[in-house]
């Protein structure tokens, strides 16, 4: 059975829609055992600064099952270019939830633009749904960049085991 996130992910490529998985939960994909699984509470979706793709976006969540907000208010209807471009401008964040699922669609991760990430992307096949991650490299980058006292924990807490793995990575390259 697929969960429900493979289940959007699933949607989110049926609609073209074109992201990368960050934060934690991007991280959990380079875990080589499962006491190296992060705990988190959402999933990271970096978007493009693309009102058409905020829009595919959405739609693959509503399909999936799950409700929008920004902010604490539901979005905004109609769901239109007119609001997909301002939520862009504004980098504003979008959650969508639901199906016990909480996943985050931003604009924004520290330090990187989109096609960066992008272009140093790798896929995972998990369940037969091919996920594209950020690198971990990038991940780390960006969590030490933002500096919040959430991600100054992770990164504190884990520091071995990130260093260890990224240098087995720089070793095998």
Same mark, same amino acid.
């Given at each position: 059975?697929?969960?429900? &996130?493979?289940?959007?992910?699933?949607?989110?490529?049926?609609?073209?829609?074109?992201?990368?998985?960050?934060?934690?939960?991007?991280?959990?994909?380079?875990?080589?055992?499962?006491?190296?699984? &992060?705990?988190?509470?959402?999933?990271?979706? &970096?978007?493009?600064?693309?009102?058409?793709?905020?829009?595919?976006?959405?739609?693959?969540?509503?399909?999936?099952?799950?409700?929008? &907000?920004?902010?604490?208010?539901?979005?905004?209807?109609?769901?239109?270019?007119?609001?997909?471009?301002?939520?862009?401008?504004?980098?504003?964040?979008?959650?969508?939830?639901?199906?016990?699922?909480?996943?985050?669609?931003?604009?924004?991760?520290?330090?990187?633009?989109?096609?960066?990430?992008?272009?140093?992307?790798?896929?995972?096949?998990?369940?037969?749904?091919?996920?594209?991650?950020?690198?971990?490299?990038?991940?780390?980058?960006?969590?030490?960049?933002?500096?919040?006292?959430?991600?100054?924990?992770?990164?504190?807490?884990?520091?071995?085991?990130?260093?260890?793995?990224?240098?087995?990575?720089?070793?095998?390259?």
């Amino acid at each position: 059975m697929v969960d429900a &996130f493979h289940g959007l992910v699933r949607e989110l490529r049926r609609q073209r829609v074109r992201f990368v998985v960050i934060g934690v939960s991007g991280a959990n994909y380079y875990a080589e055992s499962a006491g190296l699984i &992060f705990v988190t509470q959402d999933r990271d979706i &970096f978007l493009p600064p693309d009102a058409s793709n905020a829009r595919r976006a959405w739609r693959a969540c509503e399909a999936s099952g799950l409700e929008l &907000f920004c902010g604490d208010e539901p979005l905004d209807r109609p769901r239109d270019s007119l609001l997909a471009r301002e939520i862009v401008k504004r980098r504003a964040l979008v959650r969508a939830t639901g199906r016990g699922l909480d996943v985050d669609l931003t604009f924004v991760m520290a330090g990187f633009e989109f096609e960066v990430v992008w272009n140093g992307r790798r896929a995972f096949l998990l369940k037969g749904v091919r996920i594209p991650v950020a690198r971990l490299s990038h991940i780390v980058a960006s969590k030490a960049r933002a500096g919040r006292p959430k991600d100054r924990l992770f990164l504190a807490t884990h520091e071995e085991a990130l260093r260890a793995f990224l240098e087995s990575r720089r070793r095998s390259r």
